[in-house]
């Protein structure tokens, strides 16, 4: 039998193939609001990488903000109609137990109240759809990657739904 003693060392192997290297995600950046481009990453480019989280494009938020505060004073009216239906209903209700009330006079509060309320959880939805959409005016990186092509520039007028640019991950 004979035996030697291995020795540890660097081996470099190679392979030879061929083949086609595609990304693992691409997608299309594609605002979910309409408004004028107002600023623009350098990374937006065609061949431009950028990072998971970096702002790529921002449209004006003006309108945006309008729509949210105006918004928010739907809250403040519809809550203050609330509290004056809910007001009346109960001094309804104590006519009522006085006997000094119809009934008809007691559903119509009822009903007024009820409309106050949903009112002001309509009036809620719009805060939050606003909210979002002020949100969206900031088109941010959905993945580290780079701009495969990109179809937009600082005051161009962009309407949602339409491609501005096509990107791909860099993973």
Not at 157 to 165: D, E, K, N
């Amino acid at each position: 039998v004979r035996t030697w003693e291995a020795q540890p060392q660097t081996v470099r192997m190679s392979s030879f193939t061929h083949g086609s290297v595609v990304p693992r995600t691409e997608s299309e950046l594609i605002p979910e609001v309409s408004g004028r481009v107002i600023a623009i990453s350098g990374a937006m480019t065609s061949g431009g990488f950028f990072s998971k989280g970096d702002m790529l494009l921002e449209i004006d938020p003006l309108d945006y903000e309008v729509a949210l505060e105006q918004a928010r004073a739907a809250v403040a009216s519809a809550e203050s109609e609330f509290a004056n239906a809910r007001k009346t209903h109960a001094r309804q209700l104590d006519l009522a137990s006085k006997q000094s009330t119809s009934e008809s006079q007691r559903d119509d509060a009822l009903n007024r109240m009820q409309f106050a309320q949903a009112s002001v959880r309509e009036a809620r939805a719009r805060v939050s759809r606003a909210e979002r959409d002020l949100e969206r005016t900031r088109l941010l990186a959905p993945f580290d990657g780079r701009v495969r092509s990109e179809r937009v520039d600082v005051g161009q007028f962009v309407t949602r739904g339409t491609p501005i640019a096509s990107l791909y991950s860099t993973d």
